[in-house]
């Protein structure tokens, strides 16, 4: 049987060229507490303090 496995990079990505990084280096999945900005610096808007939302 072949199993295939992903790799998750996680721990310093903090900005979308960190994350595309790391997929170029072939991580499959990606952990960050840097969600919001990511997707707000991908969108196009600017990123300011971190956000103050705990989960």
């Known amino acids: 049987k072949h199993f295939s496995r992903g790799v998750?990079?996680?721990?310093g990505i903090r900005s979308l060229a960190d994350a595309r990084a790391f997929i170029d280096l072939g991580a499959s999945r990606l952990g960050t507490s840097s969600t919001e900005s990511l997707v707000q610096e991908e969108q196009g808007h600017e990123t300011g303090a971190e956000s103050n939302t705990s989960y």
Do not use: L, Q, R, T
Not at 8 to 11: D, E, L, M, V
């Open 8 to 11: 998750k990079a996680s721990g």
